[in-house]
């Protein structure tokens, strides 16, 4: 029997595409803080001429896919992930763009082949956000480390090597 898994030590070779949107930046701002902190400290090159590390602002989560499934097509990356935030408000816009951020974020990843991590906040109020975002933890941080096991796994497998 085989047994495959992803590793968090070795990121060489990795390159890692990050889509962020920009409503709600005052959170997603803070997730990608932390994402990048972690890819750092795991040997991810973060600097501002990186080769290993792209990040793409789109304007909101609804856009999130499309950018994705740019990055995805150009066979660059072998692994991104998604930063958003969507704040329940008092209208149903809330369900319609949290529904269709995850639908068309798993549909490229799935297409595509290549793994996607679904770093979306999906909140009540902004204290629980930014609470997601640093306030208690970043889960930024657990993002970027998803990635990390995810890249690293997906060269690990048969199929992939």
Request: proline share 3%; with cysteine; net charge negative.
């Amino acid at each position: 029997m085989a047994t495959f898994e992803g590793r968090f030590t070795d990121a060489t070779g990795l390159q890692i595409g990050v889509v962020v949107a920009r409503f709600n930046d005052l959170v997603t701002g803070k997730l990608l803080s932390g994402c990048l902190d972690c890819l750092a400290r795991h040997g991810v090159d973060t600097s501002e001429n990186s080769a290993q590390l792209d990040v793409a602002w789109v304007p909101g989560s609804f856009e999130l896919p499309i950018a994705s499934l740019a990055m995805a097509r150009s066979g660059r990356y072998q692994v991104l992930i998604t930063l958003g935030a969507v704040i329940r408000g008092d209208t149903p816009h809330f369900d319609v763009v949290v529904a269709e951020a995850s639908k068309g974020i798993s549909s490229v990843s799935r297409d595509t082949g290549i793994p996607i991590i679904f770093g979306v906040l999906t909140t009540d109020n902004l204290q629980q956000a930014l609470e997601r975002a640093g306030i208690k933890s970043n889960l930024g941080w657990s993002y970027a480390l998803q990635a990390l096991e995810m890249g690293s796994l997906m060269q690990a497998l048969p199929e992939n090597k």
